[in-house]
Every structure is written in C-alpha cells, then in structure tokens.
C-alpha cells in the first residue's frame, strides 16, 4: 500500500495541493498537517474584507468540512511535524507519532518578522487579526511600522473606521520592494488625502509602556495600539535539520523539488528559479501558492512539467485596487498608460526594451492582458505601452498559444 | 465583535446547478456573497482563489435569466474580469464573489460552468 502524500503546512499551498492531488487523479492517501486548530482558512481577508467589515474571521475557511471527508484528505489541524527521517522517508509529529510518505510536501510559508522589543502587533493569523480587530475598537490613534502591503492595508482600514493613523516606513518610498516610485507616490498621496500621516526613512526602535513609539530620529509618536508589518522569514527550519539547502526559503529546482526527489517545497517557503525574476524567487502570493501546488500535484500524478506560471499580485487600500503582474525590480523604463488624476492608469514596465511588469490602479482590463504579454515575454514598445488608443488585450490575443 | 454590524440572520434559498445537471439548494444568509454560499457549502465548481476579490475569475456562474435585472449593477472591474473566464462569458455571467444576497433573490437559480481554472 502507498505511504501517500504527508503536506507540511495547511496555507493556501498546502490546502491546494491536497486538492490538486485529487484533481489529478492521486489514489493514495493525503495527510495535511496544520500548526493551527480549525479548518484551513483565506489569509487574504485578514487584512482586506475582514479589517474592512466586509467579511467576518468564522467566515474564511476555504472548504467546509464535509469536502475534506468527501475527498479522502486527512486533516491534522493544530498539530506540527518536528522532523524529517530521509532515509525512512517518514516525519515526525510534536507527540512523537510517525507518519511515512512516498512524497513530502513542504508548505510551511513564513513567519513575520518582529521589532526587537514586545507592544506591537501583527498581522499572519485568524487569530493575531481578531486581537487586531479587538484593539482597534478602544484605539484611536494607531501607528503603522512598515509602508509595504500588510502595514498600508491595515492603515487605510483603519483610517476608514476614522482612526488617526501614522505609517513609519524606513525606506523612502512605500511598497518599494514590489512596486517603481510611480505608484508609490501615487498611494502616498491617496493615503495622505484620507488623513494617513507619514514618517520616511526613520525605523522603530522600541516602544513605550504607555504605547508610545520611539524612532531612530529621537522622535516619540503617542499611540494607543501599534501594528508592524515588515517583512517575513520563510519557514524553513525543517528543511535545514534535514540536511537540505536553504538561501532565502528552501531550493527547489524548475520542478519545485528539493534536493530529495521525495521532496518538494511550495508557497512562502520556497525559492525557486524564475525567468521573470532573472534568477532565484520567492513569492509571497495566492497565486504564486496555487500555482506551483498544481505543478506539484503534476509531478506527483506522473506529468511533472518545470513551474513557468508568471506572478500576480493585488492589494485593496481605499477606493483604489492595485494589481500587480511579472517583477519589475530592476527595470529601466517605466509608462504611465491612462491618467493619474482618473484614479485609473496602469505603470508598464520595461527592461532592454522588454516589458517586465504591469501595475494596475482600477484598471483590471491591462493587468489581464499584461498576464498575457509578460509570459509571453513582452510583445509590445514603450511607445504602445502609453497610448491608450493601443488596445492591451488586442495585443494579447494576437499572441500565440 | 462591535465594530462592525453583525449581518442580519435572513436567509435566501440559492439553487446551484452544475454543468453535470446537479442541482444543490442552500440556504444562505443575507449579506453574504453568493460565491461564500456555494464554497461553505461544498459547491466544488466554485472555485473562487482570491476569497472574494474579483480578482481571479474563478466563481463564474450564469445566472437564472429571471433574476438578472434583481441583481446589483456590474462593476468595470467585475465586467473586465470576465474577460478571463476559462468558460466563455454569456450575456448571463457573472462573478458569483460579486454578488451580495438579499432577500428578494430568493429561490435564485444559477449554473456552474464546466471548469473555473
């Protein structure tokens, strides 16, 4: 009889490459081992519909129940594996219990990065978004410590719920790991017409009993509730006890697997060979998630194939909806395409002449077509790029296959 | 939680019929989405990756003629992401995500198409 599959990780990764295995036609049996109690649950919501009163924490589970028993996948919620035997090909859970696997799935995402002393709060769990909404009742004046998706999301809800909000961001410009200077201007402004204050290029270097938080610059920010959102560290402690290679998530081939054909790494975790990224990635998304789940459930069913899928990204921060496609990091050439003052205008970014990225504001039409374009590897000039005359989609469809 | 209303406890009777001819009939609350409806309840042809942000166009659904014009207006954003359906739009798509329930869309009929992703 077959070990099956043993997933690491109850995320979006693991969730869907149990799914995904099913799909495909896997027969044999599917452990999915989570670190949290409850069913596998959306993160997404916890800092877009759930902080914004659109969708409530009880209401995120990604499948009911009855789809686990109805698919045969077992769930081991609330329980962690400790180790990898290799050679047995068998994991350890807290309790001792070994579970035996013909493949292993290595979903374990990241964990958040934290400030060097207690008082703030974070932003990864059901549970850490119900202390959040819990203190946000009795806050006023909130402090933001990281300009990036999470800390800028959390800003804006927020600011919405009229709470007095300040955004400590080091770097100078926000977002500025995913997105050029265009659109983070554009949402420093958008902030600051809502009422977002904004402190650049000054970290946070501790906080106060009375909630207070202290810069680099000697600066002190009264605050009644701080949140921080800077950055993650990708789990892979498991992976490093096991003897495999780990440089910025655990490496994985163009086929997501380890060193150890049994072994294969997803999601957060994993750093994985991207030619839109010119080398080594590791993405933080639903869909770099999703994607790479179905190319394991692939390999697994028999049908392996190198991972090719091109990123996307969105967040949702006020009235303005920005999605993300490809990885303009080190491009040379950016586009406006539309009007700024419109709340509506994608940035198309370009490198040697090649489109690299599109970053959308409320313009979904040029973030579809650009998913196109960008795996195909470009297909269109700076100059068409920002005439809007020049139909995006029409230029997606004339590509082939 | 207090800061936002709890949603009322009214629900609607929503019928989903897959492209096999399945039909399931859920009752589901007032407030929520009709994408939330199908996936709490195991509607497997609802796929629905991004949770609800019209992001990804995988909870299409072709609604019941008879209670298209009850809906709320399409948004640009969802009209444009129907554009990237797998299954072909129809005049009847939708993305089930985008559509909030009330009350008078009760007994609703909407159909699945045969793949989402």
């Excluded at chain 1, 998630?289 to 190319?295: E, G, L, S, T």
């Amino acid at each position: 009889m077959a070990a099956g599959v043993v997933i690491a990780g109850a995320g979006q990764a693991g969730f869907q490459a149990a799914c995904s295995l099913r799909t495909e036609g896997y027969t044999g049996p599917i452990t999915l081992v989570g670190e949290e109690a409850g069913l596998p649950y959306q993160r997404p919501p916890l800092s877009k519909g759930c902080l914004r009163g659109k969708q409530e924490l009880d209401e995120i589970d990604l499948r009911p129940v009855a789809f686990y028993e109805k698919q045969d996948i077992t769930l081991r919620m609330g329980e962690r594996i400790l180790a990898i035997d290799r050679d047995a090909r068998r994991v350890y859970l807290a309790d001792g219990e070994g579970l035996e696997y013909d493949y292993l799935l290595l979903a374990t995402g990241a964990s958040n990065r934290r400030l060097a002393g207690p008082g703030a709060l974070y932003l990864r769990t059901r549970e850490e978004a119900a202390m959040l909404l819990t203190e946000l009742e009795a806050a006023e004046r909130l402090v933001v410590v990281g300009g990036g998706f999470i800390g800028l999301e959390v800003a804006a809800a927020a600011t919405a719920l009229e709470r007095k909000v300040t955004v400590v961001e080091p770097q100078e410009r926000l977002m500025q790991r995913a997105v050029g200077p265009i659109i983070s201007e554009y949402f420093r402004a958008m902030h600051v017409g809502h009422g977002v204050e904004f402190v650049f290029g000054e970290g946070c270097t501790g906080i106060d009993d009375d909630g207070a938080v202290r810069l680099t610059n000697g600066a002190v920010l009264p605050a009644d509730m701080v949140v921080a959102g800077i950055g993650v560290t990708p789990r892979a402690e498991l992976a490093v006890a096991a003897g495999l290679s780990v440089a910025n998530g655990i490496v994985v081939d163009d086929y997501l697997r380890t060193a150890d054909e049994r072994i294969y790494a997803i999601g957060d975790c994993a750093s994985f060979p991207s030619r839109f990224a010119g080398g080594m990635a590791r993405l933080e998304s639903v869909q770099n998630a999703v994607d790479q789940a179905r190319c394991f459930a692939e390999a697994v069913c028999g049908r392996p194939r190198p991972y090719d899928a091109v990123p996307w990204f969105w967040t949702d921060q006020f009235e303005a909806k920005l999605q993300m496609v490809g990885i303009s990091q080190g491009f040379d050439c950016e586009v406006t395409r539309g009007d700024l003052a419109s709340g509506k205008f994608s940035v198309c970014y370009f490198r040697d002449g090649r489109l690299i990225a599109i970053d959308s504001v409320n313009r979904p039409a040029d973030h579809l077509a650009g998913r196109k374009l960008i795996a195909y590897g470009g297909g269109i000039t700076p100059e068409q790029a920002g005439d809007t005359e020049f139909d995006l989609k029409v230029a997606a469809q004339t590509i082939p296959g | 939680m207090s800061l936002f209303s709890r949603k009322p406890k009214e629900t609607a009777s929503i019928t989903y019929v897959s492209h096999a001819g399945v039909s399931q009939t859920f009752e589901v609350p007032v407030g929520t989405s009709l994408m939330e409806g199908g996936v709490r309840n195991g509607v497997e042809e609802i796929v629905a990756e991004c949770g609800g942000a019209c992001i990804c166009a995988t909870c299409h659904v072709f609604v019941d003629e008879a209670y298209l014009p009850l809906l709320d207006k399409m948004e640009a954003g969802e009209n444009e992401m129907l554009g990237n359906t797998l299954v072909k739009r129809q005049p009847n798509s939708r993305l089930s995500c985008q559509i909030q329930v009330t009350k008078s869309l009760d007994g609703m009929v909407v159909h699945t198409p045969e793949a989402q992703v």
